[in-house]
């Protein structure tokens, strides 16, 4: 154990335990109000439940470093984790709990979780187990790429059905993150995409016909569309969100209003603790609070992808680059909403927002992250003592 620790990426440790707890500040300074005034619940209300998630979340994280993470490529596992994950959107689509307009969670008590959000790292699980396995065939689609393909499209077809696109357009960003860095030559990727046009094609039509095409072009989600024109003429409607979202981040400023001082969260921001928490972050603690927040999280991402490139393993490489891509994608769409530049899709802000769910996954996925980059470290150290014993030996 100490040998391992030893070998820990304490810098991403460091990171992740300044984001979570920055998180948990800001989940209780965002929600007060939503707490009382809408729920009739205690003001730290979801403040208790961050806590309480954020603990077992970091104890899990800890286990799922040490545990190798080469036990996670076996066939077994990856049938019983993909099967376990096809049932349990399949479950939840049919008995699930409905909000926000998609049949998305089980509700167990108090708690809720959502499936989906543990679909995106079984993917990436999954596809780098596969392609990590077939790097000598790996322009071989008919047998090495395709398959994975087919599965990965009947998932995205599941999560469509609830409907959350925001969750099945970042698992396919995800997958398409993995492949591109594979090792596939040019025209195999090229070929690739047509068959990603091609499956896009077929989903599209399967929501068709299965009755679920209202949804995908309902007013409320056009309205997505629409509101980003001009939010301020529209912000007795579509506009809302975006339009109170830009004021608090006008409002904020360079050194913001301070913190627990926001206005937008007194119901101007119906989700001021979830989606749009960074417009809190930026109302409150000004550009130098958003500045924390991005450069932290982009620090994470970027040295997952660094770290891939030093990775001998395949397997464990291409676990580095699905999980830096994951956490870089949700950035990007949950920042591009809050500021107006891509439609809301309500996806939360890893590590920030609120959602026992969403922080359970990323702390698996820093687990799994801490555990390639240990064993890797490792390694290293053993070939630097060998060579170091072989050039006293000459």
């Excluded at 391992?4 to 992740?16: G, L, N, R, S």
Aim: aromatic share 10%.
């Amino acid at each position: 154990m100490k040998r391992i620790f030893k070998a820990y990426d304490y810098p991403i440790f460091i990171a992740v335990v300044l984001l979570s707890l920055f998180g948990l500040v800001m989940v209780y300074s965002s929600s007060m109000i939503t707490a009382v005034a809408r729920y009739e619940k205690e003001m730290d209300f979801f403040f208790q439940n961050q806590k309480n998630a954020l603990i077992l979340s970091f104890i899990v994280m800890l286990f799922v470093s040490i545990l190798p993470y080469k036990l996670y490529k076996h066939k077994i596992f990856l049938m019983v984790m993909m099967g376990s994950i096809a049932m349990l959107l399949l479950i939840v689509y049919i008995f699930g709990h409905t909000a926000g307009g998609a049949t998305s969670w089980f509700k167990l008590g108090a708690r809720s979780m959502q499936p989906a959000e543990f679909s995106k790292l079984a993917i990436i699980i999954y596809l780098a187990a596969i392609y990590g396995k077939r790097q000598d065939r790996i322009n071989n689609l008919d047998k090495a790429v395709i398959p994975p393909i087919v599965f990965l499209a009947g998932i995205c077809f599941l999560i469509i059905l609830q409907p959350d696109y925001g969750s099945a357009l970042i698992v396919l960003a995800i997958a398409a993150t993995i492949i591109l860095c594979s090792g596939m030559n040019l025209k195999s990727i090229v070929k690739l995409g047509l068959i990603f046009l091609l499956v896009a094609g077929i989903i599209g039509f399967a929501v068709v016909i299965t009755g679920n095409s209202s949804e995908v072009i309902s007013e409320e989600r056009l309205s997505r569309f629409t509101g980003l024109n001009d939010p301020f003429e529209k912000e007795g409607d579509e506009g809302f969100q975006l339009a109170n979202s830009l004021l608090a981040i006008g409002s904020g400023g360079i050194m913001g209003v301070g913190l627990g001082d926001s206005v937008q969260k007194y119901g101007y921001l119906p989700e001021a603790h979830t989606d749009f928490i960074m417009a809190v972050i930026a109302e409150e603690l000004g550009i130098f609070g958003v500045l924390f927040v991005l450069l932290t999280l982009g620090f994470i991402v970027l040295r997952g992808f660094v770290l891939s490139a030093r990775c001998k393993d395949p397997f464990g490489s291409l676990l580095l680059i699905g999980i830096s891509s994951m956490i870089g994608i949700q950035v990007a769409i949950n920042v591009g909403g809050v500021t107006g530049l891509i439609p809301i899709t309500g996806i939360t802000l890893p590590f920030i927002s609120y959602g026992g769910s969403s922080l359970l996954l990323l702390m698996i996925s820093m687990g799994l992250m801490q555990n390639v980059i240990m064993r890797m470290n490792l390694l290293e150290q053993k070939e630097v003592v060998q060579q170091s014993e072989q050039n006293h030996n000459m």
